[in-house]
């Protein structure tokens, strides 16, 4: 016994099959697992019950390789390159060898303020109760483990190949738009108009995030705090819950410009670390509003879309 307690207990191999990369890239084929390194993850893990709620499965470690360096290598082509060039809206779809598909968007592997979270479990261990010494049913299959997810429908046995993807809706495309701005949000569910947001329910409680804005081309852009309301509990409504969803939903955010981002649903709607996507209200007739979107669980801010016109619930 150690300090350390995730690392008091035996660990088990999981056996992990073979795996194929393609889609929306130009090196398509085999991981070579030997090349990559070997990261830890600890989970709660818990899935959906027959009544809706949550059933707790148990607690473990897992070790295993990150999708981060699974896909470190592969050199992108995306299919809507001509259109939009930026690699936010791609996302990956990941299926077993049960044919059981679940998702993730391009930005929770590569944009997190932590990384290497989404891995390929190669091994697991029990983290014990002190008091109590219950034993957890052990996996047996390597499995995709996604630590951020509350809810762990993701958490899928036996991957066999990852298909990566760019969102497939079409936007128009205006550079260097000034003034931008965006009296509304239009919600679509598949291609039918399912709401509009115009003003903000005035039940809802506004959050402040303490932030240092920090993007991928520009750097520094501020350190000012960003207050507006937790975009999930707004979008609650619009897209329930369930296995399905929390599996494999895909949602994109675009501003009025034609700027935009995919987001998973369970990025969005099922973290277990806070770190909410915010929605804020700019002053009347602000450059960039009225609306624009803030994820807190990023490092770069490529993701706060401004003047955000569409929100695409699937397609």
């Not at 818990?46 to 470690?61: E, I, K, M, P, Y």
């Not at 957890?136 to 997810?149: F, G, T």
């Not at 969102?167 to 260097?176: I, L, M, Q």
């Not at 506004?206 to 852009?221: A, L, S, V």
Request: glycine residues 8%; negative net charge; charged residues 25%.
């Amino acid at each position: 016994m150690t300090n350390n307690f995730y690392d008091n207990t035996e660990m088990f191999p999981l056996p992990v099959k073979e795996l194929i990369i393609e889609g929306e890239i130009a090196n398509p084929g085999r991981v070579d697992f030997s090349e990559l390194l070997v990261y830890s993850v600890i989970v709660k893990e818990t899935l959906l019950n027959s009544a809706g709620g949550d059933g707790f499965v148990g607690a473990f470690r897992y070790d295993g390789y990150s999708l981060f360096d699974i896909l470190d290598k592969r050199v992108l082509k995306k299919t809507n390159s001509a259109e939009f060039n930026p690699i936010i809206d791609l996302y990956i779809e990941i299926e077993n060898a049960g044919g059981q598909k679940v998702v993730f968007s391009w930005g929770e592997i590569y944009y997190p303020n932590n990384l290497h979270k989404i891995i390929i479990a190669t091994s697991v261990s029990r983290i014990v109760p002190s008091r109590t010494k219950e034993l957890w049913p052990l996996p047996v299959e390597s499995k995709i483990v996604a630590a951020s997810d509350l809810v762990t429908e993701r958490n899928i046995s036996s991957p066999v190949k990852i298909t990566v993807k760019s969102f497939p809706g079409s936007f128009a495309v205006v550079k260097d738009l000034s003034p931008m701005y965006s009296l509304q949000i239009k919600i679509f569910s598949g291609s039918k108009l399912t709401g509009e947001i115009e003003k903000l329910p005035e039940n809802i409680n506004n959050e402040t995030f303490n932030t240092i804005f920090y993007g991928r081309g520009k750097g520094i852009h501020s350190t000012t705090p960003f207050t507006g309301i937790i975009l999930k509990d707004l979008l609650q409504k619009f897209y329930p819950i369930n296995r399905e969803n929390l599996q494999s939903g895909i949602m994109c955010f675009a501003g009025k410009d034609g700027y935009r981002c995919t987001v998973s649903y369970s990025e969005l709607f099922n973290r277990n670390d806070q770190q909410e996507f915010l929605l804020i209200r700019s002053e009347p007739d602000e450059d960039g509003g009225l609306y624009r979107v803030f994820a807190a669980c990023d490092f770069f801010s490529d993701r706060a879309i401004k003047s955000i016109s569409e929100i695409h619930l699937g397609f």
